[in-house]
């Protein structure tokens, strides 16, 4: 089992402010994703990382970034938020095991931009 | 790409009733189905999990099983109780790929 971290877990902010989630795995795992999620809705994929310096785009566009300098470590920053960025977000690591990609989630760390 | 159909999105049963969840996906070289129940205010977290070599996986009142002409999967869950009461999502990978295709999700609310 892996241990995710996000901080903060409940954040509201004013827009056009800059935020960073944090997030963190104890686990040493190399992969590690972000999803954005509407409450009880789809799991959307806005970033995912192979590795330390590697950062790739998800399937949905955001107009957040990550950056992956340490295995552990994987932030999501928005530079300026808008009442649109409020959602939930969700950081994940993964590990292969004799199944497969086991991905394992973090709390989640919920946003409303005011 | 591949594509996860999940059904339904909503499902209501009393206390003590089994519930089944359904997901259909696209991509025959998919071999890893795994579920993830996710309760209120909290992360997605893995119940259970299947390969494609395995029909059938099951642990206490959870089963899934695995049909792999048909490329459906569906999870089972016996002698529902109030704290099953989740959104469950279904979820669809091949081997050397890190990104799952997920369902959905479906609700279940379980009355006592």
């Known amino acids: 089992e892996a241990d995710i971290y996000q901080t903060p877990r409940y954040l509201v902010i004013g827009t056009g402010k800059k935020i960073t989630l944090e997030c963190s795995q104890t686990m040493g795992h190399d992969k590690m994703y972000w999803y954005q999620q509407d409450p009880g809705m789809e799991l959307h994929l806005i970033h995912y990382s192979y590795g330390v310096n590697s950062t790739e785009k998800g399937d949905l566009s955001s107009e957040s970034t990550v950056s992956r300098i340490r295995t552990e470590h994987f932030p999501l920053t928005l530079e300026s938020a808008r009442p649109s960025h409020t959602s939930q977000y969700l950081c994940a690591s993964s590990e292969y095991t004799r199944s497969g990609n086991t991905i394992y989630f973090g709390e989640g760390s919920w946003l409303t931009v005011v | 790409g591949e594509n996860v159909e999940q059904h339904p999105s909503t499902l209501s049963v009393q206390e003590g009733d089994s519930a089944v969840i359904k997901c259909t996906y696209s991509d025959s070289a998919s071999n890893y189905f795994p579920w993830y129940k996710q309760e209120l205010g909290k992360g997605p977290q893995l119940i259970i999990d299947?390969?494609?070599?395995?029909g059938e996986k099951k642990d206490q009142r959870i089963a899934v099983t695995l049909n792999k002409t048909a490329k459906h999967f569906s999870l089972h869950i016996t002698e529902t109780q109030p704290e099953d009461s989740a959104v469950y999502f279904c979820?669809?990978?091949?081997?050397?790929?890190?990104?799952?295709?997920f369902g959905r999700g479906t609700s279940l609310i379980v009355h006592p």
């Open positions: 979820a669809a990978s091949k081997g050397g790929s890190y990104i799952p295709t």
């Open positions: 299947i390969r494609s070599n395995v």
